[in-house]
């Protein structure tokens, strides 16, 4: 396993639609742990495929806390979403920054686990968040196209504080 680079925003593939996976090959097998090797190592919740370059309808999500983890969806789809939940994001392709992002309070996806099996599950609040910003990286969707009113820069934010 191993640690990928990750895109950032102006990149063009983050911006590009990801297409789905057709069978589990050792390949893909080892991007997946790769993803999540590069997730844990960038401190994130999320990873969707396109964020490390590759253009297939993959993402792992890890929210730690009470939430059974980690996950990996393969070819998912969100099939209900209900409620709304307003919230800061950030995305490990726009670092520095974050937002804040209305989303459904509740979603329930369908998608295949690692061995290809099918599985549904169903989301609340700062999961159900995670799972819906990393299921627009698949669409070539980023955060910051629907962020309310301006992205926090964070650095400025730190100087800021340290001024006082
Ligand atoms: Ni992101």
């Not at 090797?37 to 490390?52: C, F, K, R, S």
């Not at 490990?92 to 459904?104: N, W």
Request: hydrophobic share 35%.
């Amino acid at each position: 396993m191993a640690i990928r680079e990750i895109r950032k925003e102006g990149d063009p593939i983050l911006r590009k639609e990801c297409k789905p996976v057709k069978e589990m090959t050792d390949r893909t097998r080892e991007l997946i742990g790769d993803m999540f090797d590069t997730m844990y190592e960038a401190e994130g919740v999320g990873l969707a495929g396109p964020q490390v370059g590759i253009l297939k309808r993959i993402f792992v999500v890890d929210v730690g806390g009470e939430e059974p983890a980690p996950f990996v969806f393969i070819n998912p789809e969100i099939i209900e979403m209900s409620g709304e939940q307003t919230g800061s994001e950030g995305c490990l392709s726009v670092p520095g920054y974050q937002g804040e992002v209305t989303r459904a309070e509740h979603v329930k996806i369908r998608a295949l686990d690692e061995n290809m099996e099918e599985f549904e599950l169903e989301a609340d609040g700062f999961f159900a968040r995670a799972i819906q910003h990393e299921e627009d990286h698949l669409h070539g969707t980023l955060y910051i196209d629907k962020v309310n009113g301006e992205l926090t820069d964070l650095s400025k934010m730190y100087d800021e504080e340290e001024e006082e």
